[in-house]
């Protein structure tokens, strides 16, 4: 009688459960730890307008969407109401009140939220607001009726 060794047929496989793991980990690492650009998640439709371009590099951004949202620089302001507003506005801005700030609203934005905003501003004391525009498009023509 002759007795067969069942081992040697056995062939060594590959068990992926612990490799989809792996690398399921390593993505949520990535995605957690990616930053993002404040300025590419939101699209805003600036108006036109005719003039010079400032240089706002170490201004205070505060961008205003379509839906009448505020962002101020990397923050979202979670209400929209005016004082949450100036909370936020207080925080990030700090004690500096002659730091320049540059209002950045969607051009179909809520006129209400604008003026929330430069309220908020006036009410913290900052004085030196500019409000960002994008070039008027090559149309020729001035003005409308």
Not at 13 to 41: E, G, H, K, Q, W
Not at 54 to 78: C, H, I, P, Q, T
Not at 121 to 130: E, N, S, T
């Amino acid at each position: 009688m002759r007795i067969q060794d069942h081992r040697a047929f056995d062939e060594p496989d590959i068990n992926l459960v612990p490799l989809i793991d792996v690398i399921l980990v390593l993505i949520i690492f990535f995605v957690v730890t990616t930053t993002f650009d404040a300025r590419s998640v939101l699209k805003l439709q600036l108006p036109t307008a005719q003039g010079e371009t400032n240089d706002a590099n170490k201004a205070l951004s505060v961008l205003v969407n379509a839906d009448g949202r505020y962002f101020v620089d990397d923050r979202e302001v979670l209400r929209d109401d005016l004082e949450s507003l100036k909370a936020t506005l207080a925080d990030v801005g700090g004690d500096d009140r002659d730091r320049p700030v540059l209002l950045r609203a969607d051009a179909r934005t809520p006129h209400q939220a604008v003026v929330t905003a430069y309220d908020a501003l006036g009410q913290l004391g900052f004085k030196r607001v500019m409000i960002a525009t994008a070039p008027q498009a090559d149309g020729g023509g001035e003005g409308g009726p």
